[in-house]
């Protein structure tokens, strides 16, 4: 039996969860626009998956945390569609162009047939757009990353041979969210005095970049057990690495040795970026690093909390016991049923 817990996090990368008030009133959007039918275990699936909302941007206020709820909404739903089994390759590859063109265009791609996810992805992306005001650049970076991140989904469903860690990360750089994540951290901070120019500070980028890599390593131990349920294990190193190098137990160790790598890698750059600033925009420097750091602890945090991950079969005991205190889901639905 292993633990998530062998995962080690810099104190000031976990913070406690924001209120939570933000997923109820998005969860009444998402009936609204139909996406959901509203009963307790479409509730249980949305409040399980959308507490990262509030355990990635912990210190955010309540009108930020419902932006980031409807972007990571949109996220997540595209996402579950996406690695359906339900779904064959067409499907897939058309819807992504229909959330491309809304998010790029601000247009339906076919206005003869426009599916809710669509009418909710244009209703976000409205609701974005109105959040930044002037600051267009903003708006437009996080437009940018949120495509790579959509447009990564299909080919990596389909990269089943994968069988170098390193290339699975030059995959996972994108995939993993990570860019669009910290970049809806940005678009949450319209006045910042930090230019977008900064994403193209090769020691930003690198930080950016090994914040995925982190991330990555992380996701494919919580999402395991998940995803050999689902017969989406075959991209996951902790799967196809053991025919390289042996067993469960050495590939775990080389990801958890991987990790550690990592995350001091990410420490060392923040202090470099931090000291290399000007002042006028340290303060504002510093949110963001913080705020990627927090995303990456908030994710760790997410997933010993939510049921998104558990399995009976999982080699993890985090994710094998049944606790109620994990997500007390009665008191969520009551609460959202006499409110």
Request: proline letters at 3%; one cysteine or more.
């Amino acid at each position: 039996m292993y633990s998530i817990y062998d995962f080690k996090f810099p104190s000031d990368w976990i913070e406690p969860a924001a209120d939570d008030k933000c997923i109820y009133d998005c969860y009444k959007e998402v009936i609204n626009f139909k996406l959901l039918e509203e009963n307790k275990q479409t509730f249980q699936y949305y409040y399980g998956t959308l507490s990262s909302t509030i355990n990635f941007y912990p210190l955010c206020n309540y009108d930020q945390l419902v932006i980031a709820c409807r972007f990571l909404t949109v996220g997540y739903l595209v996402d579950d569609f996406l690695e359906s089994n339900l779904v064959d390759s067409e499907t897939s590859n058309l819807m992504s162009k229909k959330i491309e063109n809304i998010l790029i265009d601000g247009e339906y791609l076919d206005q003869s047939e426009i599916s809710n996810i669509e009418k909710y992805t244009m209703f976000f992306r409205g609701k974005a757009r109105e959040f930044v005001g002037d600051k267009i650049n903003i708006f437009n970076q996080f437009i940018k990353f949120f495509v790579e991140w959509i447009n990564s989904i299909n080919p990596f469903n389909k990269a089943i041979n994968l069988n170098n860690y390193d290339s699975y990360n030059f995959f996972k750089k994108v995939n993993s969210g990570t860019y669009v994540t910290l970049s809806m951290a940005m678009l949450l901070n319209p006045n910042t005095k930090v230019d977008t120019n900064i994403w193209m500070n090769p020691r930003f980028e690198r930080f950016v970049c090994n914040g995925a890599y982190q991330m990555s390593a992380f996701n494919d131990c919580a999402s395991y057990a998940k995803e050999i349920r689902s017969n989406c294990h075959l991209t996951n190193p902790l799967y196809f690495l053991q025919k390289e190098i042996g067993s469960f137990e050495q590939v775990y160790k080389l990801i958890l040795n991987f990790n550690n790598k990592i995350v001091n890698d990410i420490c060392k750059d923040e202090e470099i970026l931090l000291k290399e600033c000007p002042d006028n925009q340290k303060d504002d420097l510093k949110y963001l690093t913080s705020s990627m750091k927090l995303i990456l602890g908030g994710n760790y945090s997410w997933s010993l909390k939510c049921t998104r991950f558990n399995d009976k079969d999982s080699p993890f005991i985090e994710q094998r016991s049944i606790n109620n205190d994990v997500i007390a889901y009665e008191n969520i639905v009551n609460k959202i049923i006499k409110s």
